[in-house]
Structures are given as C-alpha cells and as structure tokens.
C-alpha cells in the first residue's frame, strides 16, 4: 500500500508567485494493481507522481510504502529507494542517441556495481519478453515508436522495480500503440507489479486493465474510481 497523509507541495513557497502545485492530498494506492491520475494541465497530477516516485519532496505531509516512511528520509536514501523501488517511464522516453538499445537498458543499473553479465542477461530476458530481443545491438534512434516505448518500459524495469511509474506515456502514441502498452500494463501487474500513470487520454482511463482513476484539479482530489 502507498499512502499519503495530507501532502503539499509549494513553489516559491513564501515568495511572490507561490504556487500551490498538491493541496493538502491524502489518498491510499492498491499495490498489484494499476492506478491513473487524470486531470487539465496544472492539475497537480505530474507533482503528484513525483512526490510518490520519491523524486520530490513534499512541502508538508507524508508519504509512507507498505507502512515505510520514505518523504523525510536524506537524499542518499532516497536515491536508494528510487532505484530500488521505482521504475520510471518518461513521456519522451528519454533514451540515450547513439548507444544501443541494450546499453541504454543496463544504464540504471551501472551506479550497484552488479556483475555487468548478469545485469545484460537480465535486461535480454526483458527485452524477449518485450518482443525486442533481435534489436539488442541496435542504436536506439532506429527504433520505430512502439519499440522505443517498450524500449522505455524495459530499462524502467531493469532493476527488477515492483512499481512502475509513468507519466503520460501514450501521449504520442496511436491507437494500435495504445492497445498494445496497456496490454504490456496488464501483463506487468499480473506478474505482481504496481503500475502508476497520468494520461490525458480517454483510452487509458476507460481501459480494463485499469484498476483506479483519480481525478485532479488545482492541485486537489475531486473523484476517484475503480
């Protein structure tokens, strides 16, 4: 379980221009399961997400996982829990130009000092399972779209991560495309995996592979839905 206790998040806290990004959100997250934030632009739903994958602080409140309270602990340990705990799936993949598809999916795990041959037998038994494996030696900007975004999930998962997050990652996408990540989303958390997204996108909240849609505005929770 994820739970946030009365989460804040201010920008320019105290100065002209404070904005207030999260107001005062408490909300408990199935693990196992797949959760979509929706919500206009500037609804607090991306903060939100970043708070959750510990690669924000927040301004006031807590967020605790599995009953582990991880939003006041020091950067070097929250390092640790992002690596650890977290897979991260960015809107623009964020894949690295000129390395192969199989350099940029052992990336996140270089910094554990794992044995390098164990760590790429890891990532191709992802990239099989991913339909990718036959484009391993391959750089990665001659990937078609659907590829660079399996590419995407794979590296999320290199770490073995039990929760994936992602942040509107079919926004460039097709309908085909569409369907086939929210098959991949399905196969992620019937392997026991907890899935968070935001999604502007109709076809994500309406999909059945989704367990709970939360809806935000200016910053606060205004409906929620399984």
């Known amino acids: 379980m994820i739970s946030l206790h009365a989460v804040t998040k201010l920008y320019n806290e105290g100065r002209p221009g404070e904005v ?8 408990e997250i199935e693990r196992d399961a797949v959760t979509v934030f929706k919500g206009p632009s500037g609804s607090g739903k991306t903060t939100l997400l970043s708070i959750i994958g ?18 006041g602990l020091p950067e070097r340990f929250l390092t640790e829990e992002r690596r650890s705990t977290f897979g991260f799936v960015f809107q623009r993949f964020n894949l690295i130009r000129g390395l192969s598809l199989l ?6 795990a270089a910094p554990l000092g794992e044995d390098p041959r164990e760590v790429e037998a ?13 484009k ?14 399996r590419a995407a999930i794979a590296r999320a998962l290199i770490n073995d991560a039990p929760i ?23 196969a992620l958390r019937d ?13 994500i909240w309406q999909a059945d592979h989704v367990n709970a849609v939360i809806s935000m505005q200016d910053g606060r929770i205004v409906g929620e839905y399984a």
């Open 122 to 134: 890891r990532a191709l038994a992802r990239l099989e399972a991913l339909g990718l494996a036959g």
């Open 20 to 27: 207030r990004a999260v107001d005062n959100v408490s909300l």
């Open 54 to 71: 510990c690669m924000a602080r927040p301004s006031a409140g807590r967020v605790l996982i599995d009953g582990r309270l991880v939003s």
């Open 103 to 108: 350099e940029n999916v052992t990336l996140p």
């Open 136 to 149: 391993a030696a391959m750089p990665v900007e001659y990937l078609s779209g659907g590829e660079t975004q």
């Open 164 to 186: 994936l997050i992602a942040d509107e990652p079919t926004a460039n996408l097709d309908t085909e495309l569409t369907h086939r990540f929210l098959d991949i989303v399905g």
């Open 191 to 203: 392997e026991g995996r907890t899935v968070i997204m935001t999604s502007h996108d109709p076809r």
